[in-house]
């Protein structure tokens, strides 16, 4: 990736945590609800559209995406896919395509998890995907969870091990 590339993307990042900042202060009732996440996206594209220029629109459920920042051409900024859950391998693997055929810059998907204090973030790239959280309650802090070689990619990478409890004897 071309240093210029690699500050683009740190920029259109930087301009998506400033929007889901915005979409928790105002919207964050709209988790809580049965919201379709049409609505979610439609109110992330409006935060959205504060930090792009007038050369950049941003539509909803465009080309199979949930969120587009895009010249209406082939230059696409950012792609985001969204879900109120943990996203699928169906879903991982759509973002994977999309991100590998329609060659966005930033491809991201993102689960708004109710019952967390973090959102789940995954960031596609032609090799890997990334995994990382972002807490919302702590300023928008965000930790790397793993890096994942596209092969090696699991849907239970990030489940944990429950170990069965053992139950004690009984004195006989």
């Known amino acids: 990736m071309r240093k ?8 259109t990042y930087s301009s998506f945590k400033k929007a889901l ?8 009732k709209l988790f809580l609800k049965k919201t379709k996440k049409e609505t ?39 792609a985001l896919f969204l879900s109120k859950d943990y996203i699928s ?3 991982k693997e759509k973002a994977r395509n999309f991100h590998e055929t329609r060659k966005s810059a930033l491809t991201l998907a993102f689960s708004l998890l109710s019952e967390k204090d973090y959102i789940l973030i995954y960031r596609f790239e032609t090799e890997f995907v990334d995994y990382m959280h972002l807490f919302f309650d702590a300023g928008f802090e ?3 969870l793993k890096r ?13 091990r429950v170990r069965k409890r053992r139950e004690k004897s009984s004195p006989s």
């Open 4 to 11: 210029v590339e690699r500050e683009e993307n740190i920029d």
């Open 21 to 28: 900042k915005l979409l928790f202060k105002y919207d964050r």
């Open 40 to 78: 979610l996206a439609s109110r992330m594209a409006i935060y959205l559209t504060t930090f792009f220029g007038k050369e950049w629109f941003v539509d909803v459920a465009v080309d199979g995406a949930d969120l587009l920042v895009w010249d209406r051409n082939e230059n696409i900024a950012l």
């Open 89 to 91: 391998a169906l879903g």
């Open 142 to 144: 965000e930790k790397v």
């Open 148 to 160: 994942c070689l596209i092969k090696d990619d699991q849907d239970d990478a990030l489940l944990f």
